[in-house]
């Protein structure tokens, strides 16, 4: 029988002090007795020891994994999804990721908006929500005892509000014919305006704004694009103004979503999706095979549109100036698309059909492909906005 090879290693045994009282005569003797002496370890005993160590690492590895996305799903599960019934008595609707309806609160205002995007605004706990009847916008925040919304306060528009943003700590409105603009403080969004514009048409054709780099950028349907300047505290300053190099063959500038200084505006009657940088459109993409790129949404590399007359969702790339169709149809629908969110690994469409409408929610993985998450079926075809809300604070 071949014999095992057997290597010496030498084990320093060292005994952790223990507290006087527990240390007896005979512990201490045992310690001077075994201070330096040898262990027979064979090559057979370390190899095994290298195996179950690796074996532990690895469950380690894979339970943290798991673990990760269980937390990443929980925190999905528990994301409120928000729309608005646009209705004479306008109320919020709050519904979890699989449509279940939640909560309805009254807005304390009356909707009636149409052609717009934008309608509700989030702002880490904040959310903002046009009345276009009564010209006002109704502010909602984060209820710390509970896990829902709570309303603050009604604000006053100069006009009918079509489209809400935040940033720069304001609440910006844009009405029928005018942008605004009201501080936000440790009260809350001010009533009052400190700043205003009106639009360069203004004839109730305003779509949807969004916020740049020391500027807003605003769409109206009666083919124009343009820009208004912010001062140093976030405040509407100056004159809106067009953008240069818009395409000879606009029509119907829609919806818009924006990210630093890039602007993505939908030209959707002309079935295109054009960049707007430092008050110029530097880069138009067509739609391909989905007619009327409408409304638009952006986070990570990806720019989705809801296509309305195509019932459909088409997926972007976008980079630099680029803005390359990367799928014609992630999602498709039974009613026209009329407005889209996409937040990290979720995404909300709402669709009319008819007397009703729907809010599809999706997950979005990685290569930005959608599986339906939920669905719900409101019997109503005004309702208008859409936003995501996370239920945990660090992930708003």
Not at 273 to 299: F, K, Y
Request: proline share 3%.
């Amino acid at each position: 029988m071949k014999q095992k090879q057997r290597v010496t290693f030498p084990v320093a045994r060292r005994m952790i002090r223990r507290p006087a009282q527990f240390r007896s005569a005979g512990s201490i003797a045992g310690r001077l007795q075994t201070r330096s002496s040898f262990r027979i370890v064979t090559v057979e005993d370390t190899y095994m020891k290298k195996i179950v160590c690796g074996m532990t690492l690895l469950s380690l590895m894979i339970a943290g994994a798991v673990a990760a996305q269980g937390t990443s799903s929980s925190r999905d599960d528990q994301a409120m999804i928000v729309t608005a019934s646009n209705t004479a008595n306008n109320k919020l609707m709050i519904y979890n990721t699989v449509g279940t309806l939640l909560e309805q609160l009254p807005t304390g205002g009356a909707g009636g908006v149409s052609g717009n995007a934008g309608g509700i605004a989030q702002d880490h706990a904040r959310l903002a929500v046009v009345n276009f009847g009564s010209g006002n916008v109704s502010i909602f925040d984060k209820d710390p005892a509970h896990t829902g919304l709570r309303y603050e306060k009604l604000v006053p528009a100069l006009t009918n509000p079509v489209s809400v943003a935040f940033g720069n700590d304001h609440l910006y409105i844009l009405t029928a014919s005018y942008i605004e603009s009201h501080r936000i403080d440790r009260h809350g969004v001010e009533s009052a305006a400190d700043g205003e514009a009106k639009l360069v048409i203004g004839d109730g054709s305003a779509a949807q704004l969004g916020t740049l780099q020391g500027q807003l950028v605003i769409s109206e349907k009666s083919n124009a694009i343009e820009t208004v300047n912010l001062d140093g505290q976030g405040a509407v300053i100056g004159s809106t103004g067009l953008v240069a190099n818009i395409p000879a063959n606009v029509n119907a500038p829609f919806g818009l979503a924006t990210r630093g200084n890039d602007a993505y505006v939908t030209i959707a009657h002309a079935n295109e999706i054009s960049l707007v940088r430092n008050n110029a459109v530097l880069t138009i993409t067509g739609s391909g095979t989905q007619s009327a790129p409408c409304w638009v949404t952006l986070d990570g590399p990806f720019l989705f549109s809801s296509n309305s007359p195509s019932k459909s969702v088409s997926r972007y790339v976008v980079y630099g100036e680029k803005i390359i169709q990367d799928a014609a149809v992630v999602a498709s629908f039974n009613g026209d698309p009329t407005d889209i969110t996409y937040r990290s690994d979720l995404a909300a469409v709402v669709d009319a059909n008819g007397s009703v409408s729907h809010v599809s929610i999706f997950n979005v993985d990685e290569d930005g492909n959608f599986t339906l998450k939920g669905l719900a079926t409101i019997n109503s075809a005004t309702t208008n906005g859409i936003a995501i809300m996370r239920a945990d604070h660090d992930s708003y």
